[in-house]
């Protein structure tokens, strides 16, 4: 289904906050803002065609996050959240640079929380390929790592199957225990969780770690840090009343949207498709 709408004016309290990401894991960041701002409409860009990003080139996930960000603005988006540590790590200055009255939040990998957390200084991150070999990391790593232990697992195989819905299967499951075993094994106390699809895992893969662990996600830290800012530049929505949520994707919606209706648990939701 496409769609066709005149954007609201983007400096108004009532204009759209915009989400992208290479497909569905943005969404555990767009349910985080939806707690603490409920009022606020969203709109949700899910890369689905592109999808994976984390063995993308760097150069193709800056066009991709160039063009969907360019969507969401002329759609009459206040702020647009890079929901999506890949695309943060490969093109947030290019997109602060490119759009510089637009307020953009992105993401990176909770190494900051996770030193402030760990009790035996062993932390271990799960990210893409593309995050974890990425220039920014390593800037976060060298700034926040004194004293620990960090390990690093990319991650392959996971998003493609989370992309397909299958958030609870055994094959899910097994690409887990897979990658959680050598952090598991170094006796790390604290888990990053570099990527936003994996907190749509989080059940799976807090039983697998065992109590032992603390599961750190960076939804909740990026929602507060969108409220302060829009609160700042008086663009938060007051209400009364829920904000709609749009959603729209460059895949096949009759492939995507059965796994967005499973995820944000809405039977009637709606996915459009965009040519992006
Ligand atoms: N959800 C993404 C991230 O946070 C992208 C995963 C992918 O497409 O490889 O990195």
Same mark, same amino acid.
């Given at each position: ?171 899910? %499951?097994?690409? &887990?225990?897979?990658?959680?075993? !050598? /952090? +598991? #094994?170094?006796? =790390?106390? %604290?888990?990053? &969780?570099?990527?936003?699809?994996? !907190? /749509? +895992? #989080?059940?799976? =893969? ?71």
């Amino acid at each position: 289904m496409n769609k066709k709408k005149s954007p609201t004016d983007n400096s108004l309290p009532v204009a759209p906050v915009g989400f992208f990401d290479s497909g569905v894991g943005g969404l555990s960041v767009l349910q985080a803002v939806r707690r603490i701002m409920p009022h606020e409409n969203l709109i949700y860009f899910a890369d689905s065609a592109h999808c994976p990003y984390g063995n993308r080139s760097v150069d193709f996930v800056r066009r991709r996050s160039l063009a969907i960000t360019g969507f969401l603005l002329a759609q009459g988006a206040k702020a647009v959240v890079v929901a999506c540590n890949s695309a943060s790590e490969a093109a947030l200055e290019l997109l602060r640079l490119t759009f510089p009255g637009l307020e953009i939040i992105g993401l990176e990998p909770a190494v900051k929380v996770a030193q402030s957390m760990s009790k035996n200084k062993k932390i271990g991150v799960l990210g893409t390929p593309l995050t974890l070999r990425g220039g920014r990391f390593f800037r976060l790593l060298n700034n926040f790592s004194a004293g620990m232990e960090v390990y690093t697992q990319p991650v392959a195989g996971l998003v493609e199957l989370i992309e397909t819905g299958c958030l609870d299967d055994a094959q899910t %499951t097994a690409i &887990l225990k897979k990658n959680l075993r !050598p /952090l +598991l #094994k170094k006796g =790390i106390d %604290t888990l990053v &969780l570099g990527c936003t699809h994996y !907190p /749509l +895992l #989080k059940e799976d =893969i807090a039983s697998l770690c065992g109590p032992q662990v603390e599961l750190i996600d960076t939804a909740e830290p990026v929602a507060r840090q969108l409220w302060r800012r829009l609160l700042s530049t008086g663009r938060l929505n007051p209400g009364p009343g829920s904000g709609h949520i749009e959603y729209f994707s460059s895949g096949a919606v009759q492939t995507v949207n059965p796994v967005l209706r499973k995820i944000m648990a809405d039977p009637a939701l709606v996915v459009f498709q965009s040519s992006v």
